[in-house]
């Protein structure tokens, strides 16, 4: 049974790695965002900024998110 908040990042198009089912990855023409999640923790990184704001917001609203 996939987790609810895999399968949550899986319908916004983010892809799991096969070589680590916890880092997220999206890609759009040039640019990528990629994530780890470990248990409550999330380390954002990408190569462009308005992605990555972008999924903060949504991030913050689907989940409750403490800075």
């Given at each position: 049974m996939e987790h609810q908040v895999s399968s949550s990042y899986l319908k916004d198009g983010?892809?799991?790695m096969e070589e680590n089912h916890c880092m997220y990855l999206k890609?759009?023409?040039?640019?990528?965002i990629i994530f780890p999640?470990?248990?409550?923790?999330?380390?954002?990184?990408g190569n462009n900024k308005e992605?990555?704001?972008?999924?903060?917001?949504?991030?913050?609203?689907?989940?409750?998110i403490n800075s």
């Amino acid at each position: 049974m996939e987790h609810q908040v895999s399968s949550s990042y899986l319908k916004d198009g983010f892809t799991m790695m096969e070589e680590n089912h916890c880092m997220y990855l999206k890609h759009s023409n040039n640019s990528f965002i990629i994530f780890p999640l470990y248990v409550d923790d999330i380390l954002i990184d990408g190569n462009n900024k308005e992605m990555i704001d972008t999924t903060k917001i949504w991030l913050s609203s689907n989940f409750k998110i403490n800075s």
